[in-house]
Nanobody, 120 residues
Framework: QVQLVESGGGLVQAGGSLRLSCTAS????????MAWYRQPPGKQRDLVATISGGGNAAYVDSVKGRFIISRDNAKNIVYLQMNNLEPEDTAVYYCNANGLGITGRPFQSWGQGTQVTVSS
């Protein structure tokens, strides 16, 4: 079983910054792609950014140039640095990871979510 725990959310004014962290733990053999999703109030959960095991990153257009996804493979952590935040970024942010467990079986896990609120 693989667990993901997010941290770093909070309340920030528009134009401010936050850094989210997500740590994976449990019966992990290897982790491939990791990602951040977000779910605004009353809306569906959407992809924000992804990063491959080799560090290749991709972003949804609305956050390009403002958000940076990175990872520490040695510690099984993925980060999301969020700069120049806008009220439209308000959402619950979830991390997601895909990989192989120690038994060789693939897994996909989600974190519990962390709230980010941006005030105008």
């Amino acid at each position: 079983q693989v667990q993901l725990v997010e941290s770093g959310g909070g309340l920030v004014q528009a134009g401010g910054s936050l850094r989210l962290s997500c740590t994976a733990s449990g019966s992990i053999f290897s982790i491939g792609a990791m990602a951040w999703y977000r779910q605004p109030p009353g809306k569906q959960r959407d992809l924000v950014a992804t990063i491959s095991g080799g560090g290749n990153a991709a972003y949804v257009d609305s956050v390009k140039g403002r958000f940076i996804i990175s990872r520490d493979n040695a510690k099984n952590i993925v980060y999301l640095q969020m700069n120049n935040l806008e009220p439209e970024d308000t959402a619950v942010y979830y991390c997601n990871a895909n990989g192989l467990g120690i038994t060789g079986r693939p897994f996909q896990s989600w974190g519990q979510g962390t709230q980010v609120t941006v005030s105008s």
